[in-house]
């Protein structure tokens, strides 16, 4: 949890909780090697917020410790859909603590939750039907945010308080009826421990370490599932649909928690992951969903995890012979005129392609698809909707605005990096050649399974 070495930042409210938790720390600090700052939050919600500041900012002096207090507004953000007076107070909070950190060096924030905060999160989550996440209640450590107190009561910590003379400062907040917790504290905890069980509250912070174990075990099963189905390219990480809708949705829904966490943005919670996972797999209708920052669609018989698509691709005039930049795609296409020579043979590979120069204009079209295309390809029966070209090329629907087309007197002559058209064949009386190629890492094909 602390490692020599690590700056810590104690959440100080004032409460016997965080009061505790830095009695200890500073205690331990040099046996740990660590340094210590302590941060107090300032919400404004209560008329008597500063004196608790003022308590707070005196014991640090006291112990010698740097402290800093933050002022934060707790307010509805634009377009966001209003979670409680409980949420948007903690997210403010915890913007305010990672400042803070950062300002100082911290590499590490450490919070007073006790067993208690434990049990009564577990609760909440269990009558709100969570899952085995959700029952995990709160994590020792995530990121950069460490419990030291979550396995020690709230009685026990008040007790070495007392013991030591130690005086911290009651939040009447904390007896308001209007927050779920604060009925779970006064009213149901101690009604279970009464006609129940008086160790209720550890056997529910007992029951949140199991899920925490069986959680860590389906992490597991997901990343290894990750590195065996998926495959990461420039559009992020690809899954086949198939694979994925044979898991239980649990695991469905953790892998793509996975892929998201290996794209740099986890922390995706259980119920947006869920819907994406059922969204993408809809056999009637699969729908595109948000993951954070990241995408999850599903093109045919894939699903990709990623970021949102770049820009289409710009309609440019090329003339050729000569080379074209495509910096939407990361890409060039080149072209060179050569005479036709006994025995010449064409460049293999789809990202070449020949053609009669005599028979083409010397500025051609590039462009990105456009809806109602149409295409003649070489060797089919005849002329097909590009939709329907791809679809059968096996390229994805993220994939399909960033290839080139590349047009000539309004007809498409070559699907960049697919196929060529029909048009401007090289025959026996062909005198010049143009050679284009498309020079790019950009894959236009699908994935392999």
């Keep these: 949890m602390l490692r020599g070495g690590d700056v810590v930042l104690v959440a100080l409210s004032g409460g016997a909780d965080s009061v505790a938790l830095l009695d200890v720390l500073r205690t331990l600090a040099p046996e740990l090697d660590v340094r210590l700052h302590a941060a107090h939050v300032d919400h404004g919600l209560r008329p008597e917020s500063g004196e608790d500041a003022a308590f707070v900012a005196g014991l640090c002096a006291r112990w010698d410790i740097p402290f800093q207090m933050e002022r934060v507004e707790v307010e509805r953000a634009p377009g966001a859909a209003w979670e409680g007076l409980e949420a948007a107070a903690r997210r403010s909070r915890h913007a305010a603590l990672g400042q803070v950190a950062a300002a100082v060096g911290a590499n590490r924030i450490a919070t007073g939750h006790t067993a208690d905060d434990q049990a009564e999160t577990v609760l909440m989550r269990l009558l709100e039907g969570a899952g085995p996440r959700g029952l995990g209640g709160i994590a020792p450590v995530r990121g950069v945010y460490v419990r ?26 904390n007896r308001d009826p209007r927050f779920v917790r604060n009925r779970m504290r006064a009213e149901v905890l101690p009604f279970l421990a009464a006609r129940l069980d008086p160790a209720i509250a550890a056997r529910l912070a007992g029951g949140a370490a199991m899920a925490r174990a069986l959680i860590a075990a389906l992490e597991r099963e997901a990343h290894a599932l990750l590195a065996r189905l998926g495959a990461r390219d420039d559009d ?3 899954l086949p649909a198939r694979a994925l809708g044979a898991l239980s949705e649990e695991l469905g829904a953790e892998v793509l928690r996975a892929a998201a966490e290996t794209l740099g943005a986890g922390g995706a919670r259980r119920a947006p992951v869920e819907r994406a996972l059922r969204r993408v797999l809809d056999p009637a209708h699969p729908r595109t969903a948000r993951l ?50 006994d025995g010449w043979r064409p460049a293999g590979g789809a990202r070449h392609a020949a053609f009669d120069a005599d028979r083409l204009p010397g500025r051609l079209t590039v462009r990105a698809r456009r809806a109602g295309d149409r295409f003649l390809p070489w060797g089919a029966p005849g002329e097909r909707r590009l939709k329907t070209f791809f679809i059968d090329a096996g390229v994805p629907r993220w994939r399909r605005a960033r290839v080139p087309l590349v047009e000539a007197g309004g007809d498409i002559i070559w699907v960049a990096g697919l196929r060529r058209g029909r048009a401007a064949p090289v025959t026996d009386a062909t005198r010049r050649i143009l050679e284009v190629t498309l020079v790019s890492p950009l894959a236009v094909s699908a994935p392999r399974e």
């Design 148 to 173: 030291p107190l979550l396995d020690v009561s709230r009685a026990a910590i008040e007790a070495h308080l007392r013991a030591r003379e130690i005086g911290w400062v009651e939040d009447a907040s």
């Design 236 to 238: 992020g990480l690809v």
């Design 292 to 341: 954070g920052p990241l995408l999850c669609e599903r093109s045919g018989r894939w699903v990709r995890v990623g970021p949102p698509a770049g820009p289409d691709l710009e309609t440019r005039e090329w003339a050729v012979p000569g080379a074209l930049s495509l910096p939407e795609i990361d890409a060039r296409l080149d072209a060179r005129c050569v005479d036709r020579m």
